[in-house]
């Protein structure tokens, strides 16, 4: 052979192997890039950065189902750690078109009223003082999306509310179907009406000025148009710059434009239950993370295991997770977002709660699982690595073993560090850590003991077994 043409075919050959080499590594750089850490948000007061959020549901938290019987609970919830209220709506239920004998919370009659089954107003202001005299904040369950069909706008300002062509008030309508949702005892409102609005925007004023609440946890919030949300908080946020704001939605704007802190963790709740199930595995967990921070820049999600709409249409967590209810609670107060506790959790409430009926919570198990979530929400406070959002560290997945039953992760912020290994199967697990990463002293804050991670040992997890380190 001609040896140019050796020449220039060896250099042929040489550029392509490179090129392919490059490529390559480019590829497995891509597939191995960490995401992108959570941004600092405006819309995130500092009093929540290391905060948790509990689900209050008045209507069956006590047999007398009021704010005064409610209250007798605030110095335990705040011994077990909990800092912020969510209280499900409070307000009047329409009798109109009622489910049920009670009705529903979120079928609202007037949005400056006190629902009279829990109390009176004054009733409730002496529990919110009580609450703010522990230290606890308390935020209100806002229903902008309808109201229930006693409401008095219904016959004062018809044109407030969606219409058909014959000029009827219908109730919510599902979008993506042109179909009714089934909420037939609710009124879809219209938010093409500026006036509507604007009386919208006055009422959770009222809650914010008049009454001295710290903030909304918005139901049914994609429902509503991200434009309202920007004009809503700007003016909430004039009346109190450390308003704090939940939509109940999974929607990247909500939070990527600072109108909200924080947004629901559905997405990561349904990942829970799957892995419970078998369905899917541990290695989701990074595929979720990595999904996730594509979409989010700011603000942090709301993890759960259960909550007022699991409980009750979809199972207690024990139906749904079974043998891995404190695995997977353990996974969403230290993995990514602020933690939730509904009303009874702490208790191992394992039954689902009637929703348009008395039902009121058994406490007879306490203290159950209130260890537990105490153990959990006091690394939260002391440890700044689990904080919220872009005040906590990010997540950082460490391979200990069978990366499909094996979940191990470590967030630091600071000196501060969380390291946690969770067995998601029902399968034993033998597992090696290698990762130098992970090396130094901790506590084990189950344990209550001191635990060393050397480079190289090995670790035996029982089924579901989790191990928690802090340093």
């Given at each position: 052979?001609?040896?140019?043409?050796?020449?220039?075919?060896?250099?042929?050959?040489?550029?392509?192997?490179?090129?392919?080499?490059?490529?390559?590594?480019?590829?497995?750089?891509?597939?191995?890039?960490?995401?992108?850490?959570?941004?600092?948000?405006?819309?995130?007061?500092?009093?929540?950065?290391?905060?948790?959020?509990?689900?209050?549901?008045?209507?069956?938290?006590?047999?007398?189902?009021?704010?005064?019987?409610?209250?007798?609970?605030?110095?335990?919830?705040?011994?077990?750690?909990?800092?912020?209220?969510?209280?499900?709506?409070?307000?009047?239920?329409?009798?109109?078109?009622?489910?049920?004998?009670?009705?529903?919370?979120?079928?609202?009659?007037?949005?400056?009223?006190?629902?009279?089954?829990?109390?009176?107003?004054?009733?409730?202001?002496?529990?919110?003082?009580?609450?703010?005299?522990?230290?606890?904040?308390?935020?209100?369950?806002?229903?902008?999306?309808?109201?229930?069909?006693?409401?008095?706008?219904?016959?004062?300002?018809?044109?407030?509310?969606?219409?058909?062509?014959?000029?009827?008030?219908?109730?919510?309508?599902?979008?993506?179907?042109?179909?009714?949702?089934?909420?037939?005892?609710?009124?879809?409102?219209?938010?093409?009406?500026?006036?509507?609005?604007?009386?919208?925007?006055?009422?959770?004023?009222?809650?914010?000025?008049?009454?001295?609440?710290?903030?909304?946890?918005?139901?049914?919030?994609?429902?509503?148009?991200?434009?309202?949300?920007?004009?809503?908080?700007?003016?909430?946020?004039?009346?109190?710059?450390?308003?704090?704001?939940?939509?109940?939605?999974?929607?990247?704007?909500?939070?990527?434009?600072?109108?909200?802190?924080?947004?629901?963790?559905?997405?990561?709740?349904?990942?829970?239950?799957?892995?419970?199930?078998?369905?899917?595995?541990?290695?989701?967990?990074?595929?979720?993370?990595?999904?996730?921070?594509?979409?989010?820049?700011?603000?942090?999600?709301?993890?759960?295991?259960?909550?007022?709409?699991?409980?009750?249409?979809?199972?207690?967590?024990?139906?749904?997770m079974g043998e891995a209810v404190k695995?997977?609670?353990?996974?969403?107060?230290?993995?990514?977002?602020m933690p939730l506790i509904y009303s009874?959790?702490?208790?191992?409430?394992?039954?689902?709660?009637?929703?348009?009926?008395?039902?009121?919570?058994?406490?007879?198990?306490?203290?159950?699982?209130?260890?537990?979530?105490?153990?959990?929400?006091?690394?939260?406070?002391?440890?700044?690595?689990?904080?919220?959002?872009?005040?906590?560290g990010e997540p950082v997945i460490i391979?200990?073993?069978?990366?499909?039953?094996?979940?191990?992760?470590?967030?630091?912020?600071?000196?501060?560090?969380?390291?946690?290994?969770?067995?998601?199967?029902?399968?034993?697990?033998?597992?090696?850590?290698?990762?130098?990463?992970?090396?130094?002293?901790?506590?084990?804050?189950?344990?209550?003991?001191?635990?060393?991670?050397?480079?190289?040992?090995?670790?035996?997890?029982?089924?579901?077994?989790?191990?928690?380190?802090?340093?």
């Amino acid at each position: 052979m001609n040896k140019s043409i050796f020449f220039l075919s060896a250099l042929v050959l040489l550029s392509f192997a490179l090129t392919f080499i490059a490529f390559s590594c480019k590829q497995a750089t891509t597939a191995t890039t960490a995401p992108s850490a959570l941004e600092p948000s405006a819309a995130a007061p500092a009093w929540a950065d290391g905060a948790n959020i509990y689900e209050v549901n008045i209507r069956q938290y006590t047999p007398e189902g009021s704010f005064n019987a409610f209250a007798t609970h605030l110095p335990r919830l705040k011994n077990m750690g909990v800092d912020i209220l969510w209280l499900m709506p409070i307000f009047p239920v329409s009798e109109e078109r009622r489910k049920g004998t009670l009705g529903s919370y979120y079928a609202v009659s007037d949005f400056r009223q006190i629902n009279p089954e829990f109390g009176t107003m004054e009733d409730f202001r002496a529990m919110l003082d009580e609450a703010h005299r522990l230290g606890l904040r308390v935020i209100l369950d806002w229903v902008p999306n309808h109201t229930g069909w006693g409401h008095t706008w219904i016959k004062e300002h018809p044109e407030y509310y969606t219409q058909n062509k014959a000029g009827e008030i219908v109730d919510p309508i599902d979008p993506k179907t042109g179909e009714s949702w089934g909420w037939t005892d609710v009124a879809d409102l219209n938010y093409d009406n500026a006036d509507m609005r604007k009386a919208m925007i006055g009422d959770m004023l009222f809650w914010i000025k008049e009454v001295g609440v710290d903030g909304f946890r918005c139901d049914v919030a994609g429902e509503v148009p991200d434009d309202f949300w920007k004009d809503a908080t700007a003016q909430l946020r004039q009346a109190k710059s450390d308003l704090f704001m939940l939509a109940e939605a999974e929607h990247p704007p909500h939070r990527n434009d600072a109108h909200f802190a924080m947004s629901y963790g559905w997405s990561f709740h349904h990942l829970m239950n799957e892995i419970a199930k078998g369905e899917k595995n541990a290695s989701d967990v990074a595929v979720w993370l990595t999904e996730d921070r594509a979409k989010f820049r700011k603000g942090y999600h709301m993890q759960f295991i259960t909550n007022h709409d699991e409980n009750s249409w979809n199972g207690t967590e024990f139906e749904r997770m079974g043998e891995a209810v404190k695995t997977m609670a353990v996974l969403a107060f230290t993995f990514d977002g602020m933690p939730l506790i509904y009303s009874g959790q702490e208790a191992g409430l394992s039954k689902r709660l009637a929703f348009f009926e008395k039902d009121t919570i058994l406490w007879d198990n306490l203290p159950a699982y209130e260890p537990f979530y105490r153990s959990l929400l006091d690394l939260k406070h002391r440890n700044k690595a689990l904080w919220n959002g872009a005040a906590g560290g990010e997540p950082v997945i460490i391979p200990v073993g069978d990366s499909k039953k094996v979940l191990a992760y470590l967030r630091e912020k600071g000196d501060q560090r969380v390291v946690v290994i969770l067995n998601l199967s029902p399968d034993p697990q033998d597992i090696v850590l290698k990762d130098k990463r992970l090396a130094g002293s901790y506590s084990n804050i189950f344990a209550n003991s001191s635990t060393a991670i050397t480079p190289g040992m090995s670790l035996k997890l029982n089924a579901w077994d989790f191990l928690v380190l802090d340093k």
